[in-house]
């Protein structure tokens, strides 16, 4: 069970956008610079969002993110087979002093 | 280029102990936070443990607290992971991470290939 919630899976079609939800609590999200990871089978996840809406060089503006109390949504616009992965949220949890991610989700392009 | 490479990976049996080592290169090691994290076969990411910059302040999962010790040494550029009684929910691709600052709070911008480690009699 992680300490924050993600949807296990969600999808959409080629050109549409998808948004990702990530709950956590004040503890973590709520009090915290939330991040999100991409991962591809096999390979090493890779920064996608840092402090909540911030993209690093190089991660197209297709991809976005927010953050609102204690939730927090990763946006992908104009979807490609390619953006096919694993999605995970993650941030500090100031109560645990611990780092901790979502349970990750699967995003398909149909 | 940020590289950050992991190695001593390797089979052990339950009860066991096994040390993984990151070098890292490309940017100033000392600055930035490490971090271990693991993800077991077909599941997720699970955060294991961070160090400060300066290596000053450590941090553990519950998971791992009294088993795992993580340490670095800024002189050589590397970070280690100490795993001591290891148990067969250990098994999983350990994964070394840097943190986008000195200290724990900030994502993670740059990850390793990950090093696989496998509890099993």
Redesign the interface.
């Known amino acids: 069970q992680?300490v924050l919630t993600q949807p296990p899976s969600v999808s959409a079609a080629p050109g549409q956008k998808v948004t990702i939800s990530c709950s956590g609590s004040s503890s973590n999200i709520g009090g915290?610079?939330v991040?999100w990871?991409q991962?591809f089978p096999g390979t090493?996840?890779?920064?996608l969002?840092?402090?909540n809406n911030k993209r690093?060089s190089g991660i197209p503006d297709r991809f976005s993110g927010s953050k609102s109390g204690t939730s927090a949504t990763l946006g992908i616009t104009g979807l490609q087979t390619g953006d096919e992965a694993?999605y995970?949220c993650?941030t500090?949890d100031s109560s645990?002093?611990?780092?901790?991610?979502?349970?990750?989700t699967k995003l398909t392009v149909l | 280029e940020v590289q950050l490479l992991e190695s001593g990976g390797d089979l052990v049996q339950p009860g066991g102990s096994l040390r993984l080592s990151c070098a890292a290169s490309g940017f100033t090691f000392s600055n930035y936070a490490m971090?271990w994290?693991r993800q077991a076969p077909g599941k997720?990411?699970?955060?294991v443990s961070?160090i400060s910059g300066s290596g000053s302040s450590t941090?553990?999962?519950?998971f791992v607290k009294g088993r795992f010790t993580i340490s670095r040494d800024n002189s050589k550029n590397t970070l280690y992971l100490q795993m001591n009684s290891l148990r067969a929910e250990d098994t999983a691709v350990y994964?070394c991470?840097k943190v986008?600052d000195s200290g724990?709070?900030?994502?993670?911008?740059?990850?390793?290939?990950?090093t696989l480690v496998t509890v099993s009699s």
């Open positions: 992680s915290n610079y991040s990871y991962q090493a996840p890779k920064l969002i840092y402090e690093p694993d995970y993650g500090w645990l002093s611990a780092w901790v991610f979502g349970g990750g | 971090s994290v997720g990411l699970e955060w961070c941090y553990y999962a519950d994964y991470a986008r724990p709070y900030y994502g993670h911008d740059q990850w390793g290939q990950g």
